[in-house]
Structures are given as structure tokens and as C-alpha cells.
């Protein structure tokens, strides 16, 4: 995701909730694997870069003359005296440089060839449509450095799961160390995710063990294994094989409580409190809406957490009817953002912009109705089919239940849908 054009962070987050939403549903054990390069940009070896670029399309003399200049470069060092007499320089420097523009798309290069070696190995989570019966391979997703790696089994065996994870994390290790980068087992983490009938995780029939990757200096360390119902943070979202954001909600009340704090000492006017209300807390509370699940009892609760504090600072009374905070400053309202719409919303422009393209997010998603569809026992598109009906029938809060159960509850049609459960071109009409 990192470093590509049109691609956000959000979405990386996105496409992990799906996939571990999807194993839950078709109980399919699977494994994840964190890990995080080490200084990924500084370390990459400019020969591998300059054939992995020359593979991508870039040519030759190019690549001299974005790599050259870092090569022959004097390094002089700056204080609060001036800039030093003497110098560094090597023709040996590698790297991309700190504050180099073509850092991020040399990283891209080179960690796009690193993903294609994993997959030619067979390391990958497979996944099976069950209607169009399309098999759908996912290897990784990663943003930058911050990746995350699944794996499946072809017969479901947990227990060979590990020793298929020791062996994907080890390959992926020895890609990057040939490249320049280095991986630490202090960053890395796994864990394997084993549903039972219910869609519930079921630590009978996990299967213990470890796995182990040796350092840079030769000596072998233990990789983390954590629980499947431990939260972990993966682009800035709390999220849990299972499905809990209990973790998530309490990062969110974390958040206004801070926020609530360093406002009720603040000397601004109350037109400036109300700026920084719409610029600060609200934006940092948005960016990982579109990933959740969060029920509207719940932003209930997080907006008046909030607000009790916050708009007496503004000079409005906390009495002020909720329906008028969001109302536009036009029709005398506050135009704050309700959380609640705002993150089903965020879920719809979703659908909207990857039903026409064949991205991996698009792939988890088509595959979820799928199994919804099936599952229910419909003959159409699941959105378009009775909530209040067949939502007992399947798993409650997932994903794209939110989905279904905000288009219905607003009255809002998804059209363009070409056969069950496969959209080419989705609108979404009131």
C-alpha cells in the first residue's frame, strides 16, 4: 500500500479485517505473520535495486542518475558553529537516503519482487469462492515495511501450519537480508486462528508451538507467539481474529480523554476551540472508522464523552439538542460529524471505489457476500435481501452485516449487480 498512488493506509487495515472476518465465517484455520524490516530504506543494496527497477520497466540510465549522485555524495557535518571543513564519501554507500523522493517507489520495486518470490514458494492464504468457486490467493499486505503475512493449508491442518509459518517467515527473512535489509525477531509476532462451528475461536483444537529465526549475528531467537484473542495494532487499528474491537472502543475513549484533558485548560476563544474540535480530535477519530464495526449505541456514548467537555470550552451549552449538533452553521447547527454515518458511509465509498477494480480488498469483499449469500440462502444480492430475515442466520458483526444493516435501516438499493454475488458496477441509489 505504502508509496503507490491511490492507495491508503486505511485500506491495508481494511483488508486484514476481512480476511480474518472471512476465516471466521468459513472456518478456515489461518495464520498471521507481523513482521517489520529494519531501517528497510537505508539498507537496500543498489545493485539488487538496479535490476529489480530494470524489471520494472525503469530504464538504465535512470536508474545512474537517481542512484550516482547518492554514491558520490560528501557528507558534511552541520553544527551550531558551522558546517564542518572535512568530509565523508564513499563509493560503497547504499541506501536511498534519508529524505529522498525515490526512496518510497525503490522500496516498492524491490518489496514487490520480495512478494513474488513468497508467492512462487506457495506461501500464501487460499481461499475458495463459494459460489463462483474462484480461488482467490492472498500472500501479504503490507504498507512500507509493516507487513502482515497469511497462511492457509490445503487440508485445514492447524498443525502444519506452523511449520508452514516457520518456513514463509524464514523465506521472507532471507529475501530481505539479500536485498540489505534485515529483520529482528523482537518485531515480529504470530499467531494462528482455529473456529469452531459457532464462528467462535477454539483453543482445543489449536496446536502449540513455535517458531524461530536466527539474527543477524547467527544466533537463533523465538518469534512471539500471541493469542488469537490478544488485539493487535496493525495501521493504526486495534483488531482481533475473533472479531472484538472492545480494544479499538477503548483506544478511541483513550483518545478523547487526552483530548478532553488539554482542552479544559485551553486559553483559546471559543470559535478557535470549535475549529480545533472539527480539525484535531474529529480527524484523528475518522481514520479508522471505515475498519470498524461499532455499534451506534456505542459513538452514543464516545460523542457525549466528548462533548461534556468540549462544548462549554466552545460556548455551547452540553444540553444542546444532538440532532442540531450536526446540522450545517446554516441552519443554526454545530456541523459536527455524527461517527456513526460517518463510518457506514466510509464503507459504502468502499464498495463504490473497489467494485470496479480487481483489488485485494474487492476480492475479501466479494468473497464475504458469497458466503453470506450461501449461508442465507438467497438468490440474489445479499444487501438487497431482507436484514431483519436472514442476518440470525449468520455471523453478527462483521464487517459487511454493518453494510447491510445500514442500507436497509436508510432504505438505500445497491444496483449494477451482473450475476449473484459478482458486482462489476455498483450504485447506490435512496
Not at 498443525?159 to 523465506?171: D, G, P, R, V
Request: aromatic share 10%; glycine share 6%.
Amino acid at each position: 500500500m505504502g508509496g503507490r498512488k491511490g492507495r491508503r493506509s486505511i485500506e491495508g487495515a481494511i483488508t486484514k479485517h476481512l480476511v480474518m472476518e472471512n476465516s471466521r465465517m468459513s472456518r478456515l484455520p489461518i495464520s498471521i505473520i507481523s513482521t517489520d524490516a529494519a531501517n528497510c530504506y537505508d539498507r537496500i543494496i543498489h545493485k539488487y535495486v538496479s535490476l529489480v527497477c530494470i524489471k520494472w520497466g525503469i530504464a538504465p540510465n535512470v536508474i545512474s542518475a537517481l542512484l550516482q549522485p547518492l554514491q558520490t555524495a560528501k557528507h558534511f557535518t552541520r553544527t551550531a558553529y558551522g558546517d564542518s571543513d572535512q568530509f565523508f564519501t564513499s563509493s560503497n554507500m547504499q541506501g536511498a537516503g534519508q529524505g529522498n523522493t525515490g526512496a518510497a517507489p525503490y522500496w516498492t520495486c524491490v518489496s514487490s519482487h520480495m512478494i513474488e518470490i513468497l508467492k512462487e514458494s506457495g506461501y500464501s492464504a487460499q481461499m475458495t469462492s463459494a459460489i463462483t468457486k474462484e480461488i482467490i490467493t492472498l500472500v501479504l499486505i503490507a504498507f512500507v515495511d509493516d507487513t502482515e503475512i497469511f497462511l492457509t493449508d490445503p487440508n485445514n491442518d492447524p498443525s502444519q501450519l506452523i511449520q508452514t509459518s516457520e518456513a514463509a517467515i524464514n523465506t521472507w527473512r532471507e529475501t530481505l537480508q539479500i536485498t540489505g535489509g534485515a529483520m529482528r525477531a523482537k518485531k515480529c509476532g504470530w499467531t494462528m486462528a482455529v473456529f469452531n462451528a459457532k464462528g467462535d475461536l477454539d483453543p482445543t483444537h489449536t496446536p502449540s508451538g513455535d517458531i524461530f529465526i536466527p539474527e543477524e549475528d547467527g544466533s537463533i531467537k523465538q518469534v512471539a507467539r500471541y493469542d488469537p484473542s490478544e488485539a493487535r495494532e496493525y495501521l493504526g487499528v486495534f483488531q482481533t481474529p475473533h472479531g472484538d474491537e472492545t480494544a479499538q472502543i477503548e483506544k478511541l475513549f483513550s483518545k478523547i480523554g487526552s483530548w478532553n484533558s488539554k482542552v479544559a485548560k485551553s486559553k483559546l476563544l471559543p470559535l478557535f476551540n470549535l475549529n480545533a474540535l472539527l480539525t484535531r480530535i474529529y480527524k484523528t477519530l475518522e481514520y479508522p472508522l471505515s475498519a470498524l464495526t461499532i455499534t451506534y449505541k456505542e459513538y452514543i456514548k464516545l460523542s457525549n464523552k466528548l462533548t461534556t467537555t468540549t462544548l462549554p470550552k466552545c460556548s455551547v451549552a452540553c444540553t444542546f439538542p444532538e440532532n442540531f449538533r450536526y446540522l450545517p452553521s446554516t441552519y443554526q447547527g454545530l456541523h459536527l460529524p455524527d461517527l456513526y454515518i460517518k463510518q457506514e458511509s466510509e464503507k459504502i465509498m468502499i464498495l463504490l471505489s473497489h467494485g470496479y477494480t480487481d483489488s485485494i480488498l474487492w476480492d475479501q469483499i466479494n468473497y464475504g457476500m458469497q458466503i453470506m449469500q450461501t449461508k442465507a440462502g438467497v438468490n440474489t444480492c445479499i444487501f438487497n435481501s431482507s436484514y431483519q430475515k436472514y442476518s440470525p442466520l449468520l455471523l453478527s458483526s462483521t464487517w459487511l452485516s454493518s453494510v447491510w444493516k445500514y442500507v436497509q435501516t436508510y432504505n438505500l438499493h445497491i444496483k449494477g449487480w451482473k450475476q449473484p454475488s459478482i458486482c462489476n458496477a455498483i450504485t447506490i441509489v435512496a
